[in-house]
């Protein structure tokens, strides 16, 4: 699929680029799958990248269903066009990606820079803390977000369209929260959310699931901190926090 070519002469503050990767493993992530959507057009984009020869590792092809055979004899993301032609749009729309620190580093490592992006994952943490959960799929359906046909789940473009119907959800519970603010502080104000951890209401994981992280045994938060694998930003900070103030 063609890259999505953009006037000069776009320039807005409020336009997004909801974004979502699809990659051949978790740690070291080169990207096999890319799907974007601008805010402001009913067109997106998805392509296929091949990872130099590295297989894909099999959990993860159990997550997106991409296999070998599908981008046999494809180039890196990075030897593309494709490439520039989202850089150049970068410069333009705000992204905007559920765990943004993933994605955003996914294209960092193939030479995208990004700034300034919107994680809907720590926007729904900060508005819905006390939900069970804030997977895209769960608030996809806790958000009442409605589709005329049923995207497809863990794929790049199918996360995209629920991606962009949950954030504009999530932006009117943010004007809801804040009446007084207009679109550009709100636009900062996601921003400003999406750029630190965020203090979590519940813990979800482990013995102590379902209790208020402010209850969590010192002894167990300072597992997490320094003894577990946890990798979630959010979890560590959260715990860390309570583990000083315990």
């Not at 799907?35 to 067109?43: F, M, N, Q, V």
């Not at 997106?64 to 180039?75: N, S």
């Not at 992006?117 to 997977?135: F, G």
Request: proline share 5%; glycine share 4%; with cysteine.
């Amino acid at each position: 699929m063609k890259p999505i070519k953009l006037s000069q002469s776009i320039k807005s503050a409020f336009m997004y680029l909801f974004l979502d990767t699809e990659t051949h493993h978790v740690e070291n992530p080169i990207m096999i799958q890319l799907a974007y959507k601008p805010s402001d057009r009913l067109e997106y984009f998805s392509s296929l990248y091949g990872t130099g020869g590295i297989p894909i590792d099999f959990n993860s092809m159990a997550v997106h269903h991409i296999t070998e055979a599908e981008i046999a004899g494809k180039p890196l993301f990075q030897d593309t066009p494709d490439k520039d032609v989202l850089q150049k749009i970068l410069e333009t729309y705000t992204l905007v990606a559920h765990n943004a620190a993933y994605d955003v580093g996914v294209l960092e490592w193939a030479g995208v820079e990004v700034s300034l992006p919107i994680c809907t994952l720590r926007l729904s943490r900060y508005l819905l803390p006390e939900i069970d959960s804030h997977k895209l799929q769960y608030l996809r359906y806790y958000l009442g977000t409605e589709f005329a046909e049923k995207p497809q789940t863990h794929d790049a473009l199918g996360d995209v369209l629920v991606l962009e119907k949950v954030f504009f959800k999530l932006y009117e519970l943010l004007k809801q929260k804040e009446p007084l603010k207009d679109d550009v502080e709100l636009k900062n104000m996601m921003i400003e959310i999406s750029s630190h951890p965020s203090i979590l209401y519940m813990c979800k994981f482990g013995k102590h699931k379902g209790t208020l992280w402010t209850d969590v045994p010192r002894d167990y938060l300072d597992w997490v901190v320094n003894k577990s694998d946890f990798t979630d930003e959010d979890v560590l900070y959260t715990a860390r926090y309570y583990l000083e103030r315990a």
